[in-house]
C-alpha cells in the first residue's frame, strides 16, 4: 500500500477516532456528566483551552462524543464535526450561529426545517427567504439584496430534486455567504458537499447514520473556524447529544459505507423495475438516466441513495390503498433506516401545507416516497408488484 495514500472511507468509517482502553477495539461508552482533576492547575488548563481534555458533557468535552466527532468529520473530509441531538438541532444552532444577517433557503427542505425559518427565525427578526428549484432564475438578484447564509437540501425531499452544490456555493461565496448543504438524503457515502465547495454540511444522523431508526441526533461539518462559531450556541443551548448516542452512532457509522452501498444498489434495481411498470406513471430517483437531474447527480454524487418517490396512475385513495396492501414495507414517516419504509408525503411530510402550496413544490396525491432498507431487493421489488396489483 501507497504509505502517503489515506485510507478510504470503510476504513475510515471502522477505525477512525477510536480510542482504545484495557484493549477494547472501540471507544468504551463513556458514561459520565463531568471529569475530575488531580490539581486545580491542572483543571484551569483545560477550562482555559490549553489542554484538550475531558470536562464536562454538555460542553461536548466528553470522549464519547469527541471520538466520534472525529470519525463524522473524516467522513466528510472535513476539519472539525460538532455532534447534536438531533438534525433541527443542528440546523438551529448553524442558523443561529451563521444566519443572523439573512438566510435564503434554495428549494423543498424538510418540514421542521421550513417551520424553524419561516417561522421561529422570522420571529426571532432574521431575514428569510425561500426560492423553489423552478426560480433559481432569480437567484443572482436575490444573493445581491445580502444573506449570510445560504441553505439547501440535494436531493430534495420528496422530489429528490438535485441542486449544483458547486455553482450555488461559488455564486454564494461572491455574494459574501456561507453555503450550508442537508446532505442527509445522500450521505457522506455518496457525495461530499465540502469537497464541491460548501462551508457545511448537516446529517440528520437520525437517518442513514443511525441507519437502525433507533437513535436520533444530528451533526454539523466544516472548517475548525466556522465551527468553533456554531460550538456556543450548541454548548449554550444545551443542544449536545448523550454520551450513549455518540457511542450508538459510532457503532452505526462502522457500517455505513456497507449499509448505504446495499441500498443504492437495491433501490437502483427498484427504481429501473418500476419505472416501466404500467400502473407507474413516474419514478423520481436521481439514478435513472431519464430523470432531470440525472446528470447533475451524476456530475456531484458517487452512487444515488436508497430514496425514492414514485408517482402511481391513481388517485389519493387508490394510492392509500396501495400504501396499505405494502407488507415488507412499514409506513412510517422516517428514512435510512435498515427496514424499509414507505410514506405518503400527502398524509405525513407535507401534509400541513395547502394543496396550492403542494402543487406549486410538484407534490402530489399520488406520491408514495420509499427509504430501501436492507431487505432483499427482490422481496420488497415483489412486495410493490403486489401492493400495485390492487390499483
Ligand atoms: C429528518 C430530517 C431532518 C431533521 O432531523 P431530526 O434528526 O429528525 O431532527 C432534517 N433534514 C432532513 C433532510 C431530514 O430527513
Request: aromatic share 6%.
Amino acid at each position: 500500500m501507497d504509505e502517503n495514500r489515506s485510507p478510504k472511507l470503510a476504513t475510515q468509517a471502522v477505525h477512525k477516532g477510536e480510542i482504545s482502553v484495557l484493549g477494547t477495539p472501540h471507544t468504551p461508552l463513556f458514561n459520565t456528566t463531568t471529569f475530575a482533576f488531580e490539581t486545580t492547575h491542572a483543571l484551569l488548563d483545560v477550562v482555559d483551552g490549553k489542554t484538550p481534555g475531558p470536562l464536562y458533557t454538555r460542553y461536548g468535552m466528553n470522549p464519547s462524543i469527541t471520538a466520534l466527532e472525529e470519525k463524522l468529520a473524516s467522513l466528510e473530509g472535513a476539519e472539525r464535526a460538532l455532534l447534536f441531538a438531533s438534525g433541527m438541532a443542528a440546523e438551529a444552532a448553524t442558523f443561529l450561529a451563521l444566519g443572523q444577517k439573512g438566510i435564503l433557503c434554495i428549494g423543498d427542505a424538510y418540514g421542521g426545517t421550513m417551520e424553524l425559518l419561516g417561522v421561529q427565525l422570522r420571529e426571532l427578526g432574521i431575514r428569510v427567504e425561500f426560492i423553489l428549484g423552478s426560480e433559481l432564475n432569480k437567484l443572482d438578484n436575490l444573493l445581491s439584496t445580502h444573506f449570510s447564509l445560504v441553505f439547501f437540501e440535494t436531493p430534495t425531499n420528496p422530489t429528490l430534486e438535485i441542486f449544483d452544490i458547486e455553482s450555488i456555493s461559488q455564486k454564494a461565496k461572491k455574494a459574501g455567504a456561507l453555503t450550508a448543504i442537508d446532505s442527509t438524503f445522500a450521505t457522506p457515502v455518496n457525495q461530499n458537499p465540502l469537497s464541491l465547495g460548501a462551508d457545511l454540511v448537516i446529517h440528520s444522523a437520525t437517518k442513514y447514520m443511525g441507519g437502525h431508526s433507533d437513535i436520533t441526533a444530528g451533526a454539523v461539518m466544516g472548517n475548525a473556524e466556522l465551527i468553533s462559531k456554531i460550538l456556543p450556541w450548541r454548548k449554550n443551548l444545551g443542544q449536545v447529544a448523550s454520551p450513549e448516542t455518540a457511542a450508538l452512532l459510532a457503532r452505526s457509522l462502522r457500517s455505513l459505507v456497507q449499509r448505504v452501498s446495499w441500498q443504492n444498489a437495491s433501490a437502483m434495481q427498484i427504481a429501473e423495475a418500476l419505472s416501466t411498470h404500467a400502473k407507474i406513471k413516474k419514478v423520481y430517483y436521481p439514478g435513472l438516466t431519464s430523470f432531470e437531474g440525472h446528470a447533475l447527480a451524476k456530475k456531484q454524487m458517487r452512487a444515488f441513495g436508497g430514496m425514492m418517490t414514485i408517482e402511481l396512475k391513481g388517485n389519493l385513495q387508490e394510492t392509500t390503498r396501495f400504501a396499505d396492501r405494502l407488507k415488507i414495507f412499514k409506513l412510517a414517516p422516517s428514512l435510512g433506516g435498515v427496514e424499509s419504509l414507505a410514506t405518503q408525503p400527502v398524509t405525513t411530510t407535507h401534509h400541513g401545507l395547502s394543496a396550492e402550496e403542494r402543487q406549486r413544490r410538484n407534490i402530489t396525491d399520488s406520491m408514495v416516497r420509499l427509504s430501501i432498507g436492507l431487505e432483499d431487493s427482490d422481496d420488497l421489488l415483489d412486495d410493490l408488484t403486489q401492493a400495485l396489483s390492487s390499483l
